[in-house]
């Protein structure tokens, strides 16, 4: 666990080994219960190294970091295409009372949905592709963010408007009574598991490396960045994103915050990363007709 960053990426190993590591904590209690029952204090002892370094590691997440108060309210959620139930799902995040609301995953039947149930509590919203912001706050500046999900010498050959229709990024600037807020919205490539090639991971890398790119490029000091992002904050494809902004969950909130999936939630892949602003508070919201679970965090100034 303590050199998982050293295992060789060959076929995403380390890249599934990073994703998974706070379960390697679960053969723990299990080999300890093999060491008690061949009576081996050697071996009992012997495990206290690997609980020491899994405490060290994930230890302080199991420790609730929630605070009073609190000046926004952000949410992410990667609504599902096959959502049988948008109308329900919007209003349920609608109830959140957030005042920043990320969509992903959007497909054209609907969006209309999503755009009829949130319009009233969300006077303001911008839609890129397939990821969308609603605001209780005015939105400027909006632009897509190239991921660079098309990559290879088929990529000069998309139509521009069949690229901005699968667009899977954006990014605006809120307005409020502190000055403008930087936010981003990103749903990264997905990943995928092959008999012979192993854990593919390489769209949603070069998202990640475009991604921590642009964002450290921003000179504005306030900045979030919401969405689903394929991968844990452990995951050495993010190092680019970590260097600059860190999680909601990590600083203020309670246990892991799994999201994915959400009848069984086993990782956070659905994040809030903030710079310049002060997390609060950080939880997952009741499930939806979605695969995956809304998050939402508590910002200050």
Do not use: C
Not at 47 to 64: E, N
Not at 131 to 146: E, F, I, N, Y
Not at 188 to 196: I, K, Q, Y
Not at 262 to 286: C, E, H, K, N, T
Request: a neutral charge.
């Amino acid at each position: 666990m303590l050199l998982h960053a050293q295992i060789t990426d060959r076929g995403g190993l380390g890249n599934l080994v990073d994703t998974t590591l706070p379960w390697f904590g679960v053969l723990i209690p299990l080999l300890l219960t093999g060491a008690l029952w061949r009576r081996s204090a050697v071996a009992a002892v012997a495990l206290l190294l690997p609980a020491g370094v899994w405490l060290a590691l994930f230890g302080g997440l199991l420790v609730d970091k929630s605070q009073p108060g609190g000046d926004l309210t952000v949410v992410t959620h990667n609504v599902g295409a096959a959502n049988p139930d948008p109308a329900g799902t919007a209003r349920a995040l609608a109830a959140s009372g957030a005042h920043l609301l990320a969509l992903e995953e959007l497909t054209p039947q609907a969006r209309p949905v999503y755009e009829k149930e949130l319009a009233e509590a969300y006077p303001h919203h911008t839609v890129r592709g397939t990821v969308g912001l609603w605001s209780r706050l005015p939105l400027a500046d909006t632009r897509p963010v190239d991921l660079e999900t098309n990559a290879g010498p088929l990529a000069d050959t998309i139509p521009a408007a069949a690229e901005l229709a699968e667009n899977r990024a954006l990014r605006t600037t809120v307005a409020t009574d502190r000055g403008p807020l930087v936010v981003y919205v990103a749903h990264l490539g997905s990943v995928r598991v092959f008999p012979r090639n192993g854990f593919w991971t390489d769209s949603r890398d070069r998202g990640a490396r475009a991604l921590a790119k642009a964002v450290a490029a921003e000179e504005n000091e306030r900045l979030i960045l919401l969405g689903d992002l394929n991968g844990t904050t452990d995951d050495r494809a993010f190092t680019g994103l970590t260097a600059h902004l860190r999680s909601a969950q990590e600083a203020a909130g309670e246990g892991f915050g799994f999201s994915y999936p959400a009848a069984f939630p086993m990782v956070r892949i659905d994040q809030v990363l903030v710079r310049g602003v002060q997390p609060r508070r950080s939880w997952v919201l009741p499930a939806t007709g979605s695969d995956h679970l809304p998050v939402a965090a508590g910002i200050s100034w």
